[in-house]
């Protein structure tokens, strides 16, 4: 009885250091308390970039391909963009405009006005670690079960034996330095297409470089595929066969870019606010901005003024019901909030480094 005992400490303990990843430079987490799922939910997940971790570069993908399986293993949604270093990404984390932040532990390191609020997990590969909310209990307690039961399985040591092979020798071919001769080595496709839909190719490259880095090998965990993350079925709707073709794939995209803003200058908006609400339909979806257009014109806000929308969006966190408009809820609506500043953001950018 006495060996039981010391048998049965012994996994208790175990189980605390893998579930709750107590290590040093870790916060402890109640291991009494009971993990929460997070099924059926959509998390935002920011990869910094950096020499090694960047658009294009092996580990990029085998990242990507981590994300994909985790979304698949714990059922949930990952939406993932890449950023460069920036206080504003741990801002971002703090405010819960994003949920995770995934980074590199060597070169990069949680601000001090932010230790207290955030948690990283237990390791990744090398010094890679995710960054989390210190009371997202839920996700903490996901991602660092996860992590540590993922690692030695043998789908994990494939998939990490095939990024080592593939890192070996290879250069970052998708790389990119913005300056005035040009963004990408997709600039001639982006001119030729952003003229269809009447857009500044640079506008459209900063659009792309938020949903890919230039990138377009890259598939999401939903199924997006590519430089503009085109879903195959919405291109087949759009007469466009091969999203895995850069060109097919910038084509589909400028489609429903062009579709969509057609439609919102149809509904008398001006073209400050159709461009906005374009860009909130590509990263959300026209469906559920729709739904925003009838919470601001329920709270009477006119719905056709994207601060408006915005505004309400927090309003949909949990699902909405009042007024007689009742719609599900929108929990990854703080980065749809987001989405339309940073393109602009990085089109500033793109405007001030490189000649139209």
């Not at 062009?258 to 001006?270: R, V």
Request: aromatic fraction near 10%; hydrophobic fraction near 35%; proline fraction near 5%.
């Amino acid at each position: 009885m006495r060996v039981c005992a010391i048998v049965a400490m012994v996994l208790l303990l175990v189980y605390i250091f893998l579930i709750a990843g107590l290590h040093p430079g870790h916060k402890p987490v109640d291991p009494n308390a009971q993990t929460a799922s997070i099924m059926g939910d959509t998390l935002y997940c920011t990869l910094i970039t950096d020499s090694e971790l960047g658009p294009g570069t092996p580990a990029l993908k085998f990242a990507y391909d981590l994300i994909r399986q985790f979304s698949v293993n714990q059922r949930c949604k990952v939406q993932t963009s890449m950023e460069k270093p920036s206080l504003r990404n741990w801002e971002d984390l703090a405010d819960r405009l994003t949920d995770v932040i995934i980074f590199n532990s060597a070169t990069d390191t949680i601000p001090d006005a932010f230790k207290d609020y955030l948690v990283t997990s237990v390791p990744m590969e090398k010094d890679y670690v995710c960054a989390m909310r210190y009371d997202d209990r839920a996700i903490i307690d996901n991602v660092n079960f996860w992590i540590t039961h993922i690692k030695p399985t043998p789908g994990y040591k494939n998939l990490y034996a095939k990024f080592t092979r593939s890192n070996k020798g290879k250069s970052d071919s998708w790389k990119f330095t913005p300056s005035k001769d040009g963004i990408s080595p997709f600039d001639g496709l982006v001119k030729k297409y952003s003229e269809t839909i009447g857009w500044d190719w640079r506008l459209l490259s900063a659009l792309i470089y938020k949903e890919s880095g230039f990138n377009p090998g890259i598939v999401s965990s939903m199924g997006a595929v590519g430089l503009m993350q085109v879903l195959q079925s919405v291109a087949n709707s759009m007469g466009v066969e091969n999203i895995y073709d850069p060109e097919q794939n910038i084509k589909a995209g400028c489609k429903i870019l062009g579709k969509t803003q057609k439609k919102y200058l149809s509904q008398g908006m001006d073209e400050e606010n159709a461009l906005l609400f374009t860009l909130a339909s590509y990263n959300a979806g026209e469906g559920r901005i729709q739904q925003c257009q009838k919470v601001a014109k329920a709270e009477g806000l006119n719905p056709n003024v994207w601060e408006n929308v915005k505004s309400v969006i927090p309003l949909m966190a949990d699902g909405y019901d009042k007024n007689g408009v009742k719609v599900s809820p929108f929990r990854g609506g703080a980065q749809t909030m987001n989405y339309p500043e940073r393109v602009m953001g990085q089109y500033e950018v793109f405007k001030n480094t490189v000649e139209k």
